[in-house]
């Protein structure tokens, strides 16, 4: 059962972060933003390492929220839906992947789906609204593999099931978690739920997925149990204080294999240092398509410390208004849209490009840290620009006019990375002249768009990027 919560807009303060600060653009685009509550029966599961079919020990009917923004116009919508696992980490829910996604999802005519996907959220949105919220209700954090699966259903139904009013069922679903999030689709996709669902529906319960800034490695996080309830506690580093069940590091399910539908793992240089375990090949074989790509000189958190010039907007439907306060690594708007497009473009048979992983130098006399946090003696090898070797090459990385480099005060994981802007004697010593750097950026980009790493509509943004205020 699907029902709206009425006046989202008119109360911008219950949605999440990202998307009631964007609502300007999200109208001007032609788009609206609609807040639902969806209720249905759902399993937990017991942990069977992995086995099916898994046995289960609880039922319960849940009822989360949904937050949608979606076209108003049937004839703009493309029917490609990206559905996001929000974020719940801290306490408070946040979308990762509207901020650098959403030029791509308004200029394209895809709609948007949310969901509120544990119980720390839910009694969070209780408490701001006991009026709003007080008929939501996720008793354990284990239902959460059948409430996916209950979107996924709903979106293949005219309007989305009540969630795309006006709209056409679903043609594609691509769904997406970032950090923990993500690590919610690793155990969706390792513990065989996207193929127990399918079955159950008679197609794919969903088309494609992306797993963002989010690695296997990663110990307390890096892989979900699929019957965990409750919030852990972490320090300063991460590491989880007190007694928990965490899967062993080196277990297989850390490492997503067999998926029938495309998988893309999309992480950061950060989450590189605790992958190193668990990377995998890309595969375009049938069964098992998988591609990671890797973005050298960005760190899980979006946002830089310090930048030295002015940040351009991005295409028609974001202007310098609607961006946060501490900005974010500019081309990953470029690169999250390429790659967005790569995996709509996967599930009709078009193979996705393919990059090289970073690479990673590790010491000889180095132990590992079984618990899967501590990987500060891991370093990235570096071009010689100053840059990590390897990953997706993207203009700011090949054609450099700042050194990316990660705070070394920060913590221990997810620090914070800094642009500092090289001087006019590095540029001449790197270029010589304006003229040649201005031809290389601009060769490069045309490559770039060739190798379908950057898409040709954001060329102008890319280009004001890395021209603004250039002068050496």
Known sequence: MINEIPGATESPSYLPEQISQNLATIRDAGYDVREYSISAPARVFADSNGALPHSVTATSEFTSRVVSVFPLSPERFSGNVHFELLNPSGGMESSMFWPDAAGYILQRGDAYVGLTCKNVIVEALKASSSARYAHLSVGHDGLLWDMIAAVGRALRTSEGGGMLPGLKPAERIIANGWSQSGSFLRTYLSEHLHALHS??????????????????????????????????????????????????????????????????????????????????????????????????????????????????????????????????????????????????????????????????????????????????????????????????????????????????????????????????????????????????????????????????????????????????
């Open 199 to 472: 079955l159950e529906a008679g197609h794919d319960i969903i088309d494609g997925y992306v797993i963002g800034v989010s690695s296997g490695g990663f110990g307390p996080m890096g892989y979900v149990n699929i019957d965990r309830d409750g919030e852990l506690d972490f320090d300063e580093d991460l590491r989880p204080i007190g007694e928990f069940d965490q899967l062993e590091l080196d277990d297989p399910r850390r490492v997503v294999r067999g998926a029938s539908v495309p998988v893309m793992e999309f992480m950061t240089e950060d989450e590189v240092m605790q992958h190193q375990w668990h990377s995998r090949g890309d595969s375009d074989t049938p069964g098992d398509l998988y591609r990671c790509y890797q973005i050298p000189g960005r760190g899980h958190i979006s946002g830089v410390r310090r930048v030295h010039y002015e940040k351009p907007v991005d295409g028609r439907h974001m202007s310098e208004g609607d961006l946060p306060d501490e900005p974010e690594h500019v081309a990953t708007i470029f690169l999250l849209a390429a790659a967005l497009d790569n995996v709509i473009l996967w599930t009709r048979g078009v193979t996705p490009p393919r990059a090289d992983p970073i690479v990673v130098d590790i010491p000889a006399s180095y132990v590992r840290d079984m618990a899967g946090v501590d990987y500060r003696a891991l370093r990235s090898a570096k071009d010689s620009s100053g840059h990590a070797r390897g990953g997706v090459r993207y203009l700011d990385v090949d054609v450099p006019r700042t050194l990316m480099a990660a705070d070394v005060d920060g913590p221990l994981t997810m620090k914070y990375w800094e642009h500092r802007a090289l001087s006019a004697e590095q540029m001449r010593s790197l270029y010589g002249s304006v003229d040649v750097y201005r031809e290389r950026v601009e060769r490069r980009l045309a490559e770039l768009v060739e190798e379908r790493w950057y898409l040709p509509e954001h060329v102008p943004a890319a280009l004001h990027h890395a021209l603004d205020g250039i002068d050496f």
